[in-house]
């Protein structure tokens, strides 16, 4: 039954044939579906992952089931749930959820795309709907909330009675706090008797045992479907792209120089198509501005909803022309369905570089091109840096180090093989101290345990400084009050803001006044927990902040722009 409604999402999507290894994987899912749990899928980027979820998707429209799609970036979101739509035209069943969207309040609609962020409130009973309410009653002495609890079994029948579906799985695997978070929705899902479909390109050996490992006793239940050496025609094909890897070391005073002296030597050689990724916004605005092109897009986490919407319509567009440079961050890596000739790229984890090569040269046919990865020396070579930019410095050192060694002799399209670039991502994670947190995992499986109190994940969440994946909070600010809607930054980076006294006040979700912070509350925002419960207590829409907002570059402040 699942092949039909592969067949017709193939016909939908206007697809003349579907690939092997995808539809090898609809047949174990459509054989094992009653007997497993958790089925892990790997396969390269750009071999269409993406019609699996639609091939589920209409599986729960036509059987009446529920199924949540989470995503670890909201970039990905709108692309994936566009796609969807045209699977399931119908509002009533399918529906979004995240920050400013509340199409699908709870998850409740029958298919939900979300991001994990949010599927993780929901799942502890803390819905993004309720939060506010619930957290500001909350007693730090006692432990204990005195007021409403919100509709938090509603919330947790929400996630227990679905499906899930999980694409670009790698993004939760970088850290010890976001591994640990999915070890804990596995096993909730298997206790609850639902099933979940992990999705990616990039699962190390070392991650793929860490998981192994935490879900022993559960081995039974889960079905591991690896691409290998599966499709030959689709491997014949990447290894027919000609292109050089080009290492280069710059440094803040040339790399802007030097990356569009690249695009300018690519157009003599009729390269075209350039996409050009930065690891900070700040990078990204200041070469975006510096680039002479009517033909230009400008890609980052600091825009609107509105402008991302419109700059997703404007990067459909540029897939049909034949010259354009888009510069952008890390939202790029995952999902983003374009294409380059060119791809110059500053260093990152090899989980994150294989999805940025998998916007160059994309599609089939697509056989000349060059790739540039660069990197500021004495920045990713320290031995006593913890972080190389925004990333994790000892995993862009072993990149930088295997690639160095391998150059010539790495397909960044292709897995296995001699040439697969899964050698890199083993070798560079082989010696990652990421690990799952069986203690925490007990801890927040507790959670479930008393159904008429949601004071356990409250405490929870407080305890996880604000998310139960991410190491760092996102603070929702504006430069104004007319502002249509704040737009997320790091914790650290609103410290920054907070120093320079670029923190002017803040706005309710209830107003457009904008109420004064007193000075003697300002110096405390710096910690978590002080900042988490003043927001909750003072219903804080979003944090006023000294700055502009462009609609092309984005938000603008110099205590920001990193």
Known sequence: MLRDYYREVLSIYGYGKGRPFISEVIDVLDEKWDSKYLFIVEAPTGYGKSTITATLALKTYKEDGKLIIALPLRTLLEDQFNKLRKIVDDERVIGKRYMHEHDSPYLIKPITVTTVDTLAMTMFGIAPEDLSKVARRWDDWTGTIT???????????????????????????????????????????????????????????????????????????????????????????????????????????????????????????????????????????????????????????????????????????????????????????????????????????ASSLIQRFGRFLRYYGEKDGTAYIWYEEPMVKKQNEDKYKVYDASLCASTLEYIEHNVGRINMHIP???????????????????????????????????????????????????????????????????????????????????????????????????????????????????????MFRRNVKAFIIEGMYDRELGLLSDGIWQ
């Open 147 to 349: 007021g409403s609890m919100g509709h938090y079994l509603f919330s947790w029948s929400s996630v227990a009675l679905s499906d899930i579906i999980l694409d670009e799985a790698h993004l939760l695997t970088d850290t010890t706090k976001s591994l640990t978070y999915l070890a804990t929705l596995i096993e909730y899902m298997i206790k609850n008797d639902q099933k979940t479909v992990l999705m990616s390109a990039t699962l190390s050996k070392t991650l793929k045992g860490a998981i192994s490992k935490n879900l022993l006793k559960y081995k039974n239940k889960i079905e591991w479907i690896e691409f290998g050496e599966k499709d030959g025609e689709f491997i014949s094909e990447r290894m027919e792209k000609r292109y050089e890897i080009k290492l280069e070391s710059l440094n803040q005073a040339n790399k802007f120089a030097k990356i569009l002296s690249w695009i300018e030597e690519g157009k003599e050689n009729n390269l075209n198509r350039a996409l050009v990724i930065f690891n900070t916004v700040a990078d990204a605005i200041e070469f975006y501005k510096q680039v002479e092109d009517d033909n230009k897009l400008l890609l980052h986490s600091r825009f609107s909803t509105k402008e991302k919407e419109e700059k997703h319509k404007i990067l459909n567009s540029l897939r049909n022309q034949e010259r354009y440079i888009i510069v952008g961050t890390q939202t790029i890596e995952a999902g983003i369905d374009i294409s380059s000739d060119l791809l110059i790229t500053e260093v990152a984890p």
């Open 416 to 534: 296995h093989g001699e040439v697969g670039y899964k050698k890199l991502i083993d070798t560079v994670y082989e010696s990652c101290d990421i690990t799952v947190d069986r203690n925490k995992v007990d801890d927040m499986l507790l959670t479930f345990v008393n159904l008429g109190d949601i004071s356990h994940a409250v405490e929870l969440m407080f305890k996880e400084e604000g998310s139960f994946i991410r190491e760092s909070i996102s603070i929702p600010v504006q430069v104004d009050a007319q502002q249509e809607e704040p737009i997320p930054i790091d914790h650290s980076l609103f410290n920054r803001l907070l120093r320079q006294n670029k923190v002017a006040g803040f706005i309710c979700h209830d107003g457009k006044k904008v109420e004064e912070i007193a000075s003697d509350i300002k110096e405390k925002l710096n910690d978590t927990h002080f900042l988490l419960k003043f």
